[in-house]
């Protein structure tokens, strides 16, 4: 896949066992975080976003926490799943004038059996 | 199921050669953006465009990659001359910016990608 061969931090986890994937963003005046999901041979998927006047927003098996403070975003898996293996983005705008993101670096997750 | 259809999925050519991806993004998504996708840079923002106009193209070659939109329902990215440097995968994405606001409605769509091989 697109994401194969790149030299991507790595967790590794047992099925069943909860998942947290920290991401460090650059602009204290970002407005929106979003994570992003990309599996072998496709491209990413949106997972979840929050708005930087929260800081802990929760979705279907995941929550993602924001510390302004230290300019950290991370998220959670809960009971991870094999499908659930595959790079973790964190995307934030640019710039607040434009609305293109700029993405980490990712973390690849890999869920054991 | 609304989806972003790039084409071709796969493309082998020979340096020199001139290479057209496109994207078919959303029906009604007013934001079309194209990204590049490598090892060693990850992914970079090649250019986007917004009601079918170029908001930026800052991160392309200028001397070599051309974007547009002819039509609504049609984004082309072009590189002539090819060269192995190329070789990545393209990706384009489509959302939805609620013009006024300028604020984005969140979430951006990708396409599957187009993996180019340059030799």
């Known amino acids: 896949g697109e994401s194969v061969g790149l030299h991507l931090p790595t967790l590794s986890v047992q099925e069943g066992d909860n998942s947290i994937i920290n991401c460090a963003y650059s602009?204290?005046?970002?407005?929106?975080f979003i994570w992003y999901k990309q599996e072998s041979g496709k491209g990413p998927q949106f997972i979840i976003d929050i708005r930087s006047n929260m800081d802990k927003r929760q979705g279907q098996r995941v929550t993602v926490l924001l510390n302004k403070t230290v300019k950290h975003l991370s998220l959670q898996i809960a009971a991870t799943q094999p499908g659930d293996s595959a790079v973790y983005f964190c995307a934030e705008p640019m710039d607040t004038g434009r609305r293109a993101l700029t993405f980490g670096s990712g973390t690849r997750l890999q869920v054991q059996p | 199921d609304a989806r972003v259809t790039q084409t071709p999925r796969h493309k082998v050519t020979e340096m020199g050669q001139e290479v057209t991806m496109r994207c078919q993004p959303i029906l009604g998504h007013n934001t079309v953006f194209w990204y590049r996708q490598t090892m060693m840079q990850g992914l970079e923002l090649l250019a986007y465009f917004r009601n079918r106009a170029p908001l930026d193209d800052s991160g392309m070659p200028k001397d070599r990659f051309s974007a547009e939109m002819p039509d609504a329902t049609l984004a082309t990215l072009k590189i002539q001359p090819s060269e192995p440097r190329d070789s990545a995968v393209y990706f384009c994405a489509s959302g939805l910016v609620l013009t006024g606001t300028g604020v984005s409605a969140g979430e951006l769509f990708f396409g599957e990608g187009s993996r180019l091989t340059v030799l």
């Open positions: 602009n204290s005046a970002s407005d929106y």
